[in-house]
């Protein structure tokens, strides 16, 4: 006698998972011509005996295990796993160890630099590193990979990115819009970097439940940051008080990366950066890492290396 059982793809793209033109439902289809297997929305619903929806179930969640992990499966990969006598298997040696995160497409995200591999490095034997150096270095990009990485590992239970609202030459009160459409340009690098590792659904999920937070470094005063992994960006736009403010918030089974470039200060002349005072205090606090990155670890255009070097003289 034959059952019925709903398959739910949450948190994924059902295109992913499907398709382009439903191709890869056909190539499970084929796989299990003895099941019935009806396609609508996010669920499949599934019937025909118990031991082929067993192995259906295997095939299932490797495919979403596949997509959640590297953001894509590729034809050549799902024939792979459905001709396979042991599915579970199929992708185990597939995957780097220096790989922080499989983003988009496919995507390997890992460190590309020295002081890149240093940033991870550090944050496996410190709870808090400092990542100093001018743009261009993979800063942000790399302390966002490795918190996402921290995520997915479930080492901590949210991600907060923050960042002071100063810019240079704007002021917030005259952007147009609400709050949220006021900060948001200033928080664009952090949503550039979660769009290349996330899946657009699963991000948007984290964004509304909180698991993920962005915030300007303002509405941090007062909070304990538990179980979380929390990035500081552009750290040498936040003030002594501000950033001794940030740098107390740290909860049980945190970890902070603060990021900052000292060549590109946006505070006013009379307001020096926490920045230089922090480097000073701290640099002898055992679980405190500060990580210097320089033209070296630049990851954008070539030219990017030769106006750091010019602005440097």
């Known amino acids: 006698m034959g059952i019925e059982k709903n398959f739910f793809l949450e948190n994924i793209n059902p295109v992913d998972f499907f398709g ?8 499970i289809e084929k796989a299990f ?3 019935r297997i009806i396609a609508r929305d996010n669920i499949l619903k599934v019937s025909g005996e118990e031991k082929d929806i067993a192995a259906f179930e295997v095939i299932f969640i490797n495919i979403v295990d596949r997509i959640e992990k590297y953001g894509i499966i590729r034809p050549e990969e799902l024939i792979t796993l459905l001709n396979s006598d042991s599915p579970s298997e199929v992708f185990d ?12 497409n496919g995507m390997l995200i890992k460190a590309r630099t020295p002081n890149q591999k240093k940033m991870v490095d550090a944050c496996l034997s410190n709870d808090m590193i400092f990542a100093i150096g001018p743009a261009g270095t993979g800063k942000t990009y790399t302390a966002v990979a490795i918190a996402v990485q921290a995520l997915k590992n479930k080492e901590v239970k949210k991600i907060i990115l923050t960042r002071p609202a100063v810019e240079a030459g704007e002021n917030l009160g005259f952007l147009p819009g609400d709050i949220k459409e006021k900060l948001d340009p200033y928080m664009q690098p952090l949503y550039d970097a979660l769009y290349d590792m996330i899946p657009v659904q699963k991000l948007v999920s984290y964004l509304e439940d909180r698991t993920i ?14 179980y979380a992994f929390v990035i500081l960006d552009e ?6 008080a501000q950033l001794k403010m940030f740098l107390t918030r740290m909860g049980k089974s945190a970890k902070f990366i603060i990021t900052g470039d000292i060549t590109q200060i946006d505070l006013p002349k009379n307001q020096p950066s926490g920045l230089f005072k922090a480097q000073e205090l701290l640099k002898n606090i055992n679980g405190i890492e500060f990580i210097y990155l320089d033209e070296k670890d630049v990851v954008r255009h070539h030219l990017v290396t030769k106006i750091i070097k010019a602005y440097s003289l």
């Open 235 to 240: 750290a040498q736009n936040a003030t002594d």
């Open 20 to 27: 382009t033109n439903n191709s890869n439902l056909n190539s």
């Open 93 to 104: 040696n597939g995957s780097s160890k220096d790989v922080l995160v499989y983003g988009r």
């Open 213 to 226: 937070e962005i915030a300007p470094l303002a509405f941090m005063r007062g909070r304990t940051l538990d």
């Open 33 to 35: 011509p003895k099941l």
